[in-house]
């Protein structure tokens, strides 16, 4: 600003290399009121200024307004360029029109910017974060000279999309190509390994990384840290681990993570005492995994110190952490916390009473469950097939049949009966409140039988002192209506 009123001072507010250095700057500083002044009071405003307030709107993430500037632009007969079109793209692409991504992509055709590198990787990641890969594929192959950019543009699209097939087949075109990987395609290709659970190719990016130079890069190491530790290979975790220089709260969390899902929760606790005395101030994700190592342990002390301290850093409203708190405490039988914790979340949402409900079943406490899921739909909160599951345990403790037949019209009005889980935790309640008759019905009516449903029937009759009427002699089964 002080610049700018020496601009004006000076006389120099009419330059046009002066204003559209101002507008660039206002829209890099997000002072965009500032930048759409200096816009509209400009007698001649070029596409300089029009492509720097596009470009910071888009960056920023006023993706509208881009688009609201760029119909401005464009009604002024002013033509777009190979660096405003990336933005508008851009724009595009976050807000999902790809109705206008289509005509903005004729105008790059018409006025010869399709063969722009930059403009065309803006189209292909607009095309395939919109969900069309056919026609993202046919622009990647369309571009000349593809450089690792271009690679990386629709090798993270299929990432961020779980096409791990297509990431995997991708990358080794990009190295059969001669085109060097940089340490972006690395950790996204770790990734790529991660959600494979493909520890085997992972190993060969990390020797790759390593030769190329790229092992000392913070986020391949993070990316190969969280890989390791998710598929189980915790050794190679913390040896990866051990060798990152400043670790940073996404390395703590990943070893953490990991040790947590693989229930070596000593150990992760071990971690998170570390982080703390290493002056790394933990996030939400990684008290989460303390709080699923402390219900693990059942160590309800320190889960109460980790809820205190969550109080003092203002998380303890966050719903996401309520659960974990709701979870910890259930497991530690501390359901009165549990409840306290669930009454005073701000807001309740399915998964927060699936974990009350479920906290007081396995607490044996089934009444409470069975009280709490009719509080839970008659506040009209909806059900999921985990809830269902859940509560018909509690009503086959309770052999309470005509709440099981409530429940089992309740699954039909919404279309769960097609759920096996749903259908294997009614023919078990039925089987254990003695109605062998509705559990044989509800099998029947199933669309798909497998060895688990069968095998919960079959024991529904052994319950109630009676023998499948389809067993055999040689104590085989049939899968038979």
Known sequence: MEIHAHVIKFGFSQDPKI???LVNLYSKCQLFGYARKLLDISTEPDL???SALISGYSQNGFCQEAILAYYEMHLLGIKCNE???????????VTKDLVLGKQVHGIVVVTGFDNDEFVANSLVILYAKCGGFGDARRLFDAIPDRSVVSWNALFSCYVHSDMHGEAVSLFHGMVLSGTRPNEFSLSSMI???TGLEDSVQGRKIHMYLIKLGYDSDPFSANALVDMYAKVGILEDASSVFDEIAKPDVVSWNAIIAGCVLHEYHHRALDLFRGMNKSGMCPNMFTLSSALKACAGMALRELGRQLHSSLIKMDMGSDSFLGVGLIDMYSKCNSMDDARLVFKLMPERD??????VISGHSQNEEDEEAA????LMHTEGIGFNQTTLSTVLKSIAALQASYICKQIHALSLKSGFELDNYVVNSLIDTYGKCGHVEDATRVFKES???DLVLFTSLVTAYAQNGQVYPHMNK???????S
């Open 19 to 21: 204003r559209n250095y």
């Open 48 to 50: 300089v200024s029009w």
């Open 83 to 93: 660096f405003a079109f990336p933005s508008v793209l851009k724009a595009c692409t």
């Open 191 to 193: 990734n790529v390994c």
């Open 350 to 355: 399915m998964i927060a009473w699936n974990a």
């Open 371 to 374: 009280s709490l899921f009719l």
């Open 447 to 449: 669309p798909v039988v």
């Open 474 to 480: 040689g104590n085989k089964f049939m899968f038979t």
